[in-house]
């Protein structure tokens, strides 16, 4: 009798560092699929999900044939708390694509704030009626932010009024307090964020649940509509194991749950307007291929050298604009695509790039307490500027491109009795900072000059200007022509009057499209180059950051790029089962990337 109230319960164990396979392990009580349990492992506890439980008479042989002894799971170690089954599916599927297991998955989508408190965040509702929908095409959106939020607050309402509940997913914290302010007009009280969302699960009226992906977790039976926001943002891949793209898991969930999936942005990815050219989504979408914005002034910056003998940072009309916005007691924004004095530095004998001795990346001349510093944007490392090239040890090292600190002193000279302020990396360390540097810059007006980080403090400026973006161009990857589009035309949009697109690569036509908001152009102009290449989304590109296991992989013809292996796979054939099987076995000591966004 005692062996009927007994069971083997499978748990997949949660965290980014997981195994392929489920752990087993005794319960006296049976336990759903789903539920969250507290498990032994090694000399310490971690969170898991329950992926099947039967009593440990149906598995005697599996018993027998295990090489170690069952622990058991403590009644006190179950959890009032559950994944649904679409969810884990949906992590299941996303494992098989990024060739890491399911446990890795559901670390990198379950944060540790949930996990501490699972309970709390992932109350058990698989009793609970769920709302059961029939499955639906995807819905575009592809037109400027004003529209765009004019179709979000319409699709809320049609929710609403069918008594279903809405996720809107943002890549950043800032664009949700952005799409808060929105979307929150005349419903406040049935908007909510990650801070309330305990309240927010139990609520009887339906509800609007604003989220980061950190958050994609939150579940309500009357959930039906999820919204992605910001669909080409860099920001929904992890930096860090398992290496994901957001998208690929909220799209599989949206699936697998039967839910309505909305994709929106100024610019879709060019894989998402791939699949809407091959009719993958739904008629419902609305995808303007012409983006309006402020008038925009493409210019060739090439210039002689000024007297000084030096190059001018500025063309003659970006400084008609400086002096205009300064003349108005208007504001300007002035984005340059890089960090520091100089994102790169050349041997001027064998033309090799200056690297980090530590992780190779490049290093970046700045400006530091008076004195010339390289600092690795990678790893954080510095080294002195008098050094020599690591290749023929040669002392003529040269700065290339234009950085933000460079663009900032080019301003502060031409006008001086302005403020100039720098919007990046190195100057606002946390949330914090930049709020309080774009504060400055509206209280007291002046020069802001910027990276991509500014793009999510800024919602609109009355002049902007391009300063330098031509240091991408020489980037050798096969995303940087979509990546230069996007900034240019995330400028361009957020300008009230007048921006100048200033480059001394006058001849590329991808940045005359950008600035005309020409989409439809840039679009079969590109997917042409990528389909000639067998590029993505035509192929998927798998990246192992070294060249050890090259021996191990012949199979699948790995290609050498820049110390690291790639796997080119069509794309539909993957993901291919023998090769996923194949990276299991390299171990964690390789770097492996799946469909990465760059392969350098």
Known sequence: MKAQKTYLVEVITISKNSGHEPLSYFSAIKLQSGTLVRVPMRKSFVIGVVQSSRSVLSAKSDIRRAAFSLKKISKKDIYNASLAPEFIAAAEITAAYYATSTGAILGAVLPKTILDEPATYLKNTARKKRHVGHSKETILLQMEITERFGQYRALVRQSFARGNSVMFI?????????????????????????KSWRAAVSLPHPILFITTPAGVAFHRPDLDTIIVERENSRAYRTLA????NWKIFIETWAKKAKKQLVLGDSVLSVEILWREKRGDYGESSLVRWRLPGALTRLVDAKSPQNERGRFEIFSDELKKLLEKAMAENEEIFLFGARKGLAPTT???ECGTILECENCKAPLVLHYRSG??????????????????????????????????EVIARAAKE???????????????????RAKNIVKKFRDTGGILVGTELAFSYLESVPYSGLVSVDALFSIPDFGINERIFYL????????????????????KQVLAWAAQGNIIDFYLSEIAERESLL??????????????????????????????????????????????????LLGPRFNIKVDPESIL
């Not at 050890?548 to 539909?572: F, G, H």
């Open 346 to 348: 050349v041997c001027g």
């Open 535 to 584: 590029y993505p989304p035509f192929s998927v590109f798998i990246k192992i950051d070294s060249l050890l296991p090259r021996d191990k992989l012949l199979k699948w013809n790995p290609e050498i790029y820049r110390n690291s292996l790639i796997i080119r796979m069509p794309r539909d054939r993957w993901p291919d089962a023998e090769l996923a099987e194949a990276l299991s």
């Open 488 to 507: 240019v035309s995330r400028l361009r949009e957020m300008t009230q009057k007048e921006s100048v697109v200033q480059t001394r690569n006058i001849g």
């Open 170 to 194: 943002v890549p950043t914290h800032q664009d949700g307090l952005r799409a808060f302010l929105e979307l929150s007009r005349g419903i406040s009280e049935f908007v909510h964020t990650q």
């Open 414 to 432: 031409l006008f001086p009795k302005y403020n100039v302020y720098i919007l990046d990396k190195d100057h606002a360390r946390n949330d914090a």
């Open 241 to 244: 194991r398992p290496y994901i």
């Open 371 to 404: 004195e010339r510093v390289y600092i690795c944007h990678a790893c954080g490392s510095q080294r002195e500027a008098a050094t020599r090239c690591a290749y023929c040890k040669s002392w003529k090292l040269v700065p290339l491109g234009i950085g933000t």
